[in-house]
């Protein structure tokens, strides 16, 4: 499968427990972008990372939400902490890079806060 | 007011019928700009880029107006399974790389 790969689709936590999130870009690809959507609402883009670098973290809650993308393996997108409100659909998305390259999204991961 | 604004909709359109509708956009800086659809609780696909000379797609044409800051999409002979959630991206590149600023999202209802 050459798309851009997320996992796990689901992942359920309690209040006060750490999510973490994977995400592996299409092949070729070594620009990440992460996005929630709350329910019934559009996509926000929280984070924009190259390899080994965060370059654009404009979106991220300032606590409790952190971010990387390793020289080796997946990016990873962590929440520590979780409350009710971080319930949502996280997508990650990739593109060649380019500034006016599409960016091509995975499946998106649910998260469910109990 | 947003950066990217679009009508929610829904806009139900009888199957085989022409829709359009716009997206306006408040940055004049704005660089690039694409039209995705999203299903359902799924993830959001490209459907077309939009240039400055318009462009066509089989069924869709986009078209961009950027003395009005404004795109369009039309879709011409309206199938059942263009029934989706469109969205309008804007790409605003800065000096340190570029994202995507989406917009709500306008929601097309296909009916027999």
């Known amino acids: ?114 | 007011r947003k950066e990217v604004e679009q009508d929610p909709g829904p806009f139900n359109v009888p199957e085989g019928a022409t829709v359009a509708f716009n997206c306006t956009y408040s940055n004049s800086a704005s660089q690039s700009f694409f039209w995705y659809r999203q299903d359902c609780r799924k993830e959001p696909k490209l459907l077309m880029s939009v240039y400055s000379s318009g462009n066509e797609d089989g069924r869709f044409t986009a078209q961009l107006n950027r003395a009005s800051q404004y795109i369009s999409l039309l879709i011409r002979d309206s199938k059942l399974s263009d029934s989706a959630t469109y969205l309008c991206v804007v790409n605003r590149i800065k000096a340190a790389g570029n994202k995507l600023t989406f917009g709500g999202g306008t929601r097309v209802l296909v009916k027999p």
């Not at chain 1, 965060?54 to 971010?67: H, L, N, Q, T, V």
């Not at chain 1, 979780?82 to 890079?97: K, L, N």
């Open chain 1, 1 to 114: 499968n050459a798309g851009v790969m997320q996992n796990p689709r689901h992942l359920v936590r309690r209040r006060g427990q750490e999510a973490r999130l994977r995400c592996s870009p299409m092949k070729g690809h070594s620009h990440v972008y992460w996005y929630r959507q709350l329910p019934e609402e559009g996509l926000k883009f929280m984070v924009y990372l190259q390899k080994e670098n965060i370059i654009d973290e404009s979106g991220m809650p300032k606590e409790r939400f952190s971010a990387e993308f390793p020289k080796e393996g997946p990016s990873i997108l962590r929440i520590q902490q979780v409350v009710r409100g971080d319930s949502a659909a996280y997508f990650c998305a990739s593109s060649p890079g380019g500034n006016d390259q599409p960016q091509h999204f995975g499946d998106g991961t649910r998260l469910s806060i109990l």
